[in-house]
């Protein structure tokens, strides 16, 4: 059955239900028999869309149809509490975004990562539903009052699963952050950026080399620079000499030339060879060994033969020399040359020999670039011998780049792989060690075909088998895989087929890695190892363990991306840490169209940081507010506020990766601009907080509702701080996270309050706008409430208004019954009493509210006030137009209204905050008073920063308390590896070993536990804390698989536990394994201590007690033994100590100033009494009044007042009392009552 929402009027939101077929229109008439028609302005949503009025009685609700009628609030203001059409409309706007599924950064309801990845359906979905949440609930607060300390994008930066990786509080790392929108930039901001698809890797000739992309936002960018971990190795369309990409790298090609360098005659140089180019397009090179070969030699020898007897053989030389010069020429990518040849080197080389000869020319260039090089003979004297540059060596960067923007693929690598989660470093066991096969595991998801794959395998102790001599053998190990097809069930529908058979055949310890490629016709397909050869392994000798690291389905085609990216193949080496390379950042600035006023057009994009450009292209993106250039106000945005701002040198530089909508993300980048966006019918108008804004409309109590004027007096709060510290990314420190602290002189504040803006990487810009708004917060405190008619319908939010009412001081005003303008008079109702020194100047209010004037008074009287002649005709040069055309003395409507002041500017001038409506024709206007002081910190200079660190000072340490659990079974046994937090650590990267000196990685991991299969025998684990660059020292731990847990020790009590003390002490257990004691108060769950410990007897003082926030008079404790492999079962201990009881009777006599306690036997041990005097009768601990701590009874309680009734309580102490002081664990006695006698 078809339903309805409704919510209009002030009426709540309700749900009705209607019969199949039931007309917009019929329900609307139902909803309103009296008038057929909705009380006020109403917007009918249907299927996700606004429908119009015209096609309500021709729209038929069936089935399970869902329409909703929203009235449209009637104010003017777009902000607060109160909203304007236009607001509703881009609210509206939004819902309807909401159902497209798109946050303002996704666009299109592809999430980054998420569409590569093949999530797009479901996670579009979700977003939708998100948007529609948030575009109705955050719509209303158009223009806080107080900030929040974060913007809402970035409050994310607290949650892991969507952390925005640029702005983290807990360091910067790449993810693939699924769900989440497609980030977008304004200005020039250093991100650190989502990875878009599968990163995979492959080792080519035992070298690894990883293969990423990531994405740079929606929209285009000009990038700046790249880097690792905070090491630069590309800026500005160049590689340059770093860690990663030295200048001489070890990743070497040699390039074919063969040209002659022919001599030129008459002792003149040769021509130059054809230019060649020896660093392509595909490759980046930073120097370069150009090689002359000499095939016939240079010069010769002469030998003549021996005479018998007479004459040995000689050897006359005749050496020759040889000169040439090498230059290059910088080319792009199609090989077209960039600028001019530059000389390499001059070489020469000189010989007796007919014998082939070479040299070498070294190139260093100044960057990495393509060149091609040429060559000329400079030899003054022509030989038969060629002289032949024959090729060159370069030397390239160990990383390389694709840059690509939205729509296009990448060319650099495959990205479109899919990795076997199954397949995770799995060791092939020998058939002599019950091995077998491993797996299958599909290879590629349902639905898809592919026709390759990669497996990788390697040996981490290497190969080989030590003789009887101790030297290292060769040794060969076999492995074999086999594929066949299935269906998307995973059901086999072909037999098995054996896709690759391989010997690993070495002598060396180092670790043997090697990727394998596979092919297939077409289809889908699992596959399964094992290794086919036998081990003897366990004699010690031999090495030749054999894992699956991994295996990988290279999927048909390119993916699309919905946004620029950066796709990254780098060679892995021992500079490049894991944890560097998964912090990649990228420095760039968006471009966006530039807008001409004086034209009215707008540019070809450009790189930018103005926040007019990126407000604009918020507000016009088909993704954003889509507005056209006449819904905006582009000469106030571009005109006004640009220039101020370019002045100023306030940049707008920030990164969008959390969930915004439209208009909550212009509220909040405009914030750090002083800035304040506004809804005016369907226009996004800009009001700009400077002193000197003119007044836009004139409050007096002929447009006040009577009896609604009410002046506020603001206090100090922590809600409007006049000190304040800013956060924000410093660029010129490398956007490191800083702060600033803007304070204003004899601030009340305990604490700075602790602010972050959007837009801001500039210390200047952050003390400026600290200043500006701590000076709001103390000077805007005067506030004003009241409720106007008809007028409230042209307000807006930020507008600029005179007050004048009888509640302020200095106010006159009344209404105008006549005017003259020959004599430029005015008549008027009302009295100006007094005399009133020095000049007076009177404004008029428009028939919309605007004032007119001031103009200064010549003269007035009580009944009538003449302009100054002079001053009104100036008024009039100035565009301000006669008044005397549109006076009225209220025969057709309001008369009228003048104000007097006495200064051409307004005293009373305030700001609207907040627009509502109360009813149909009246709304409530809410202003803070406009301070000329608000901005007098504007030229306050800005605080250096003082070298201090948001992280610990101190270098990380080690990890402490690493310890390894096994778990799994004996043949597949699982080591589970743990340690105590690391402070100021960001992640922790895990090696694993087998013999303690070949060390594997394992990845990195953001808690302080790392479980992983392990094989079986001795293991070793390693780990450091990891923050940004910085690495901890390792920790080791080292075990077995083939040793068990220990056995649960068996504690007894040394003594007894009295006075919150305890000893207990158990036998050694069996493999002398460290000891865990943890205490648990009575009750309690959770341990208050845990105590690692060698010995076998252990303490507890009253001392530890109070440390842990104790003591307690029961307790557990537990021990536990600990090996390499794990912690035994606990042995318990529990043990108690009550308060001593007492017996019998409580006795009191008294005198006139004394009462005489005595009585009171106890059972156990005690050592004194307390005595507490209560309010009452029954007094219970809250009703106690004084207390006295005593040896023994009888007692004498003195210093009591005569003919008084008293109560008094006793309980018995212990040692445990003595120590603790808990007055509440003890065991009272019964009141007793007495009253002392008269004086």
């Given at each position: ?6 919510e209009?009027?002030k ?14 229109q ?8 009296e ?13 996700g ?7 309500w009685?021709v ?7 869902v ?6 609030p ?6 607060g509490?109160?909203?304007?059409t ?5 609210q ?26 093949g ?36 409050i ?18 790449n993810t ?15 991100i650190?950026p ?14 690894y080399y990883?293969?990423?992309v ?16 905070g ?7 160049h ?10 790298s ?37 120097m ?20 018998p ?12 020399t ?8 910088e ?7 960039v600028?001019?040849?530059?000389l ?39 030989l038969a ?34 990795p ?7 060791e092939?066991?020998a058939?002599?060690?019950?091995g077998?096969?491993?797996g299958p ?14 497996l ?21 190990v ?41 092919t ?5 397909y699992?596959?399964?190892?094992r ?5 003897s ?28 990216g ?57 993704h954003g ?6 819904q ?26 959390g ?20 809804l ?7 009001a ?9 409309h ?10 609604t ?14 000190d ?32 972050n803006?959007?837009?801001?990487v500039?210390?200047?810009?952050a003390?400026k706008?600290?200043?500006?708004i ?23 939010l ?23 303008a ?6 008027i109702?009302g ?6 020194a ?21 003269s007035?009287?009580?009944g ?20 005397f055309t549109?006076?009225?003395?209220g025969?057709?409507?309001q008369?009228?209204v ?12 305030a700001?609207?905050t ?9 709304y ?15 030229d306050?200079?800005?605080p ?5 660190t ?11 308390s ?17 340690w ?6 960001t ?28 094989a079986?025998?001795a ?6 804390a ?13 075990g ?30 069996a493999?002398?394994?460290?000891y865990?004691v943890?205490v648990?108060?009575?009750g309690?769950n959770?341990?208050v201590?845990?105590a ?9 003082s ?7 926030g104790g ?36 006795s009191?006599?008294a005198?006139?100033?004394s009462v005489?306690?005595?009585g ?8 004194g ?11 219970g ?20 007042a ?20 808990d ?7 019964d009141?007793?009552?007495?009253k002392?006698?008269?004086?």
């Amino acid at each position: 059955m078809p339903k309805v929402v409704i919510e209009c009027g002030k009426r709540n939101a309700r749900e009705i239900e209607v019969a199949d077929g039931t007309t917009l229109q019929e329900i609307m008439e139902r909803e309103n028999p009296e008038t057929g028609n909705w009380p006020a302005p109403t917007v009918c949503m249907f299927k996700g869309q606004p429908l119009a009025r015209k096609f309500w009685a021709v729209t038929h609700l069936v089935g399970d149809a869902v329409a909703s009628f929203m009235e449209l609030p009637m104010s003017g203001g777009g902000g607060g509490g109160g909203s304007d059409t236009g607001r509703m409309i881009m609210q509206l706007a939004i819902i309807v975004v909401a159902a497209a599924a798109t946050w303002y950064v996704g666009g299109t309801g592809a999430i980054a990562g998420v569409q590569a990845l093949g999530y797009g359906g479901l996670a579009g979905g979700l977003a939708g539903a998100a948007v529609f949440t948030a575009g109705t609930l955050l719509m209303g607060q158009i223009f806080p009052t107080s900030l929040p300390s974060l913007p809402s994008g970035q409050i994310s930066a607290y949650h892991s699963e969507s952390a925005s990786p640029t702005y983290n509080v807990n360091g910067s790392t790449n993810t693939a952050r699924l769900y989440q929108p497609v980030p977008e930039g304004f200005g020039r901001m250093k991100i650190t950026p989502d990875k878009i698809s599968n990163e995979w890797a492959e080792y080519i000739k035992n070298e690894y080399y990883l293969y990423q992309v990531f994405g740079r936002g929606r929209g285009t960018y000009a990038v700046e620079q790249m880097a690792f971990g905070g090491v630069i190795f590309w800026r500005n369309g160049h590689f340059v000499d770093s860690a990663y990409t030295p200048i001489q790298s070890d990743s070497e090609k040699r390039v074919p030339i063969n040209a002659e360098l022919k001599y030129g005659e008459n002792g003149a140089a040769g021509d130059w060879s054809p230019a060649t180019i020896v660093v392509p397009a595909d490759a980046y090179a930073g120097m370069l060994h150009v090689n002359m070969l000499f095939p016939d030699g240079i010069g010769w020898t002469e030998v003549i033969s021996a005479q018998p007897d007479t004459i040995p053989e000689q050897k006359i030389p005749h050496p020759e020399t040889v000169k040439y010069r090498v230059e290059y020429q910088e080319v792009d990518a199609s090989g077209n040359p960039v600028g001019d040849w530059a000389l390499v080197a001059e070489g020469e080389k000189t010989g007796a020999s007919t014998a082939a000869q070479s040299a070498t020319l070294e190139i260093v260039l100044p960057r990495f670039m393509h060149v091609r090089v040429r060559g000329r003979n400079l030899s003054a004297k022509p030989l038969a011998q060629k002289v032949v540059m024959s090729d060159a060596v370069i030397f390239m960067a160990s990383v390389e780049v694709q840059l690509f923007e939205a729509g296009e693929k990448v060319t650099l690598f495959p990205d479109n792989v899919e990795p076997v989660a199954s397949v995770a470093s799995q060791e092939l066991l020998a058939p002599n060690a019950s091995g077998d096969w491993i797996g299958p595991f599909p290879l590629n998801p349902p639905g898809t075909k592919i026709t390759r794959g990669q497996l990788d395998l390697i040996m981490p102790r290497g190969c080989g088998r030590y003789n009887n001599q101790g030297a290292l053998t060769t040794i060969g190990v076999n492995v074999e895989y086999q594929y066949r097809e299935i269906d998307d069930n995973g059901i086999g529908i072909s037999p098995w087929a054996v896709c690759l058979t391989h010997t690993f055949s070495a002598a060396q310890l180092t670790a043997i890695r090697e990727t394998f490629e596979l092919t297939f016709a077409g289809g889908r397909y699992e596959i399964r190892g094992r290794r086919t050869s036998n081990s003897s392994a366990s004699d010690g000798r031999t090495m030749d363990v054999v894992q699956w690291e991994s295996a990988k389905a290279f999927l048909p085609g390119s993916l699309s991306y919905n946004q620029a990216g950066v796709a990254v193949k780098i060679k892995a080496t021992n500079k490049l840490s894991q944890n560097a390379a998964n912090n990649f950042t990228v420095v760039q600035t968006r471009k966006l169209p530039v807008y001409d006023r004086i034209a009215k057009t707008w540019s070809e994009p450009q790189p930018t940081r103005s926040y007019a450009a990126a407000a604009s292209a918020i507000i016009k993106a088909k993704h954003g507010g889509n507005r056209r250039d006449r819904q905006i106000d582009l000469d106030t945005l571009w005109g006004v506020i640009q220039p101020e701002l370019g002045q100023r040198g306030w940049n707008c530089d920030c990164w969008i990766d959390g969930p915004y909508d439209v208009w909550q993300l212009l509220v909040e980048l405009s914030q750090a601009y002083l800035v304040m966006p506004r809804l005016h019918g369907s226009v996004v108008s800009f009001a700009f907080d400077r002193p000197g804004r003119p007044v836009r409309h004139e409050f007096t109590p002929y447009n006040i509702v009577r009896g609604t004027f009410q002046p506020k007096w603001g206090t100090y709060s922590d809600q409007s701080p006049d000190d304040v510290q800013v956060s924000y990314l410093d660029e010129e420190a490398g956007f490191a996270s800083r702060d600033v602290r803007a304070s204003l002189p004899e601030s009340e504040a305990r604490k700075p309050a602790q602010k972050n803006f959007l837009g801001i990487v500039n210390r200047n810009h952050a003390h400026k706008i600290g200043m500006a708004i701590a000076a709001r917060n103390r000077y805007r405190r005067l506030g004003y409430e009241f409720e106007t008619e008809g007028m409230g319908r042209v307000l807006n939010l930020g507008d600029v208004v005179g007050l004048n009412h009888p509640r302020l001081k200095d106010t006159v005003y009344g209404q105008v019954r006549g005017w003259s303008a020959e004599t430029l008079t005015i008549l008027i109702t009302g009295k100006i009493r007094g005399q009133h020194a020095g000049d007076l100047y009177v404004s008029l209010t428009r028939r919309d509210g605007s004032p007119w004037g001031p103009v200064k008074v010549a003269s007035y009287t009580d009944g009538s006030i003449t302009f100054d002649a002079a001053d009104y005709t100036l008024l009039l040069t100035q565009g301000l137009g006669s008044p005397f055309t549109w006076l009225t003395g209220g025969e057709d409507r309001q008369a009228t209204v003048w104000t007097l002041q006495t200064a051409r500017e307004y005293r009373r001038r305030a700001i609207i905050t907040n627009i509502s409506p109360t009813g149909l024709y009246r709304y409530k206007i809410t202003c803070i008073n406009d301070h000329e002081a608000v901005d007098d910190w504007l030229d306050s200079p800005t605080p250096v920063w003082e070298q201090r660190t948001a992280l610990p000072e101190s270098q990380l340490v080690a990890p402490q308390s690493l310890r390894g659990h096994m778990g799994g079974t004996a043949e597949n046994p699982i080591l589970i590896a743990s340690w105590l937090p690391v402070k100021g650590a960001t992640s922790y990267r895990v090696d694993l070993s087998v013999d303690g000196q070949n060390w594997e990685p394992k990845g990195s991991v953001t808690v302080n536990a790392y479980e992983t299969p392990v094989a079986v025998g001795a293991v070793w684990v390693r780990v450091c804390a990891l923050r940004q660059d910085d690495e901890s020292p390792w920790s080791t731990w080292h075990g077995d698989t083939t040793v068990v847990p220990p056995n649960a020790p068996v504690p007894s009590v040394i003594g007894a536990y009295t006075g919150a003390d305890i000893s207990i002490t158990w036998a050694r257990v069996a493999g002398d394994p460290s000891y865990v004691v943890k205490v648990y108060p009575e009750g309690a769950n959770i341990p208050v201590r845990t105590a690692p410990i060698a010995q076998t007897a252990y303490r507890y003082s009253h001392v530890l007690g109070v440390d842990d926030g104790g003591p307690w008079r029961a307790l557990r404790l537990d021990v536990l033994a600990v090996n390499e492999v794990g912690e035994s079962p606990a042995g318990s201990v529990a043990v108690s100590d009550p308060a001593p009881a007492v017996t019998g009777v409580l006795s009191a006599s008294a005198d006139s100033n004394s009462v005489i306690l005595s009585g009171l036997g106890v059972s156990g041990e005690y050592t004194g009494f307390v005595l507490v005097r209560g309010a009452s009768a029954g007094f219970g601990a809250s009703g106690i009044v004084e207390s006295r701590v005593i040896n023994g009874l009888p007692y004498t309680w003195a210093g009591l007042a005569p003919e008084t009734e008293y109560y008094f309580r006793a309980a018995a102490k212990d040692a445990f009392f003595d120590v603790a002081g808990d007055f509440a664990a003890l065991n009272y006695s019964d009141v007793v009552t007495i009253k002392t006698a008269g004086a």
